[in-house]
């Protein structure tokens, strides 16, 4: 059997570019949209005027959605080449640069950054710990980290049908960390499973100080009439999400 992917070659092979972008039939079957993209716009707050980088960047939207909402510069990088590639051609613009790295040794210009952003990205990183220091120096004195991973009680035990919703969940082996082989839009790639204790730590072993926390809840009215869905959701966590500070 082949071996699993890790997220620095996933979303180059065959056919998983094509299936993560693929449109869903409603706005509410996207907890990206439902759950994670409101916690990550109330923890960045006001980003007008910040020079922002970006830890996985993927296609780019999330960097033109700063720009529009105010960002005087955005970095990007991500180390798949369809991404990077989708990413440099969305963001034509002289704000952005896109760069193909690998996040989990990319290491930044010394306090370069206000704010780095990394979302959906660090469950394939092995060294969390590395990534937020190095993101910490990255930014000057008193700015702001903020990512999101996928929620601990996800990592710990993959029970969803490949191809299908999930309808029940476990939580299995939660205080053994590492990695865990998951079936992912078709494809076997590699994630790292991290308690939540474990979050906290590498903030601080970073050199971060920790300002909040996020189980990102699912927001009722971006569900329109979609009821059923909003109740299954509410069910369980699927991100969480941290923002801390570079001290002064």
Same mark, same amino acid.
């Given at each position: 059997?082949?071996?699993? $992917?890790?997220? +620095?070659?996933? /979303?180059? &092979? ?7 972008? !693929?449109?869903? *039939? ?91 952003? $990394?979302?959906? +990205?660090?469950? /394939?990183? &092995? ?7 190095? !993101?910490?120096? *990255? ?110």
């Amino acid at each position: 059997m082949r071996k699993p $992917s890790d997220g +620095a070659e996933f /979303y180059d &092979e065959e056919g998983v570019f094509e299936r993560y972008f !693929a449109p869903r *039939a409603r706005p509410s079957d996207s907890p990206v949209l439902t759950m994670e993209m409101p916690a990550f716009w109330d923890a960045a707050g006001d980003i007008a005027g910040l020079s922002v980088l970006d830890l996985g960047c993927g296609d780019g939207q999330l960097g033109a959605e700063l720009l529009a909402r105010g960002a005087a510069r955005y970095v990007g990088v991500d180390a798949s080449e369809r991404m990077v590639a989708a990413a440099a051609s969305r963001l034509q613009t002289a704000q952005a640069t896109v760069t193909r790295a690998d996040i989990g040794t990319y290491s930044a210009p010394t306090s370069d950054f206000d704010l780095v952003v $990394s979302l959906r +990205a660090l469950h /394939y990183v &092995e060294d969390l710990t590395g990534v937020l220091r190095r !993101a910490g120096q *990255a930014v000057r004195p008193g700015g702001r980290v903020v990512y999101s991973h996928e929620h601990p009680v996800i990592t710990s035990f993959e029970a969803r049908r490949p191809d299908g919703k999930r309808a029940n969940w476990t939580v299995d082996n939660y205080f053994v960390p590492g990695p865990r082989v998951v079936v992912f839009l078709g494809k076997r790639v590699l994630k790292h499973h991290r308690t939540v204790e474990e979050h906290l730590n590498a903030v601080r072993d970073a050199g971060l100080a920790f300002l909040r926390l996020r189980e990102c809840p699912p927001i009722h009215q971006l569900f329109a009439a979609d009821e059923a869905e909003f109740q299954r959701r509410l069910r369980i966590p699927l991100f969480l999400m941290i923002e801390a500070r570079r001290p002064n």
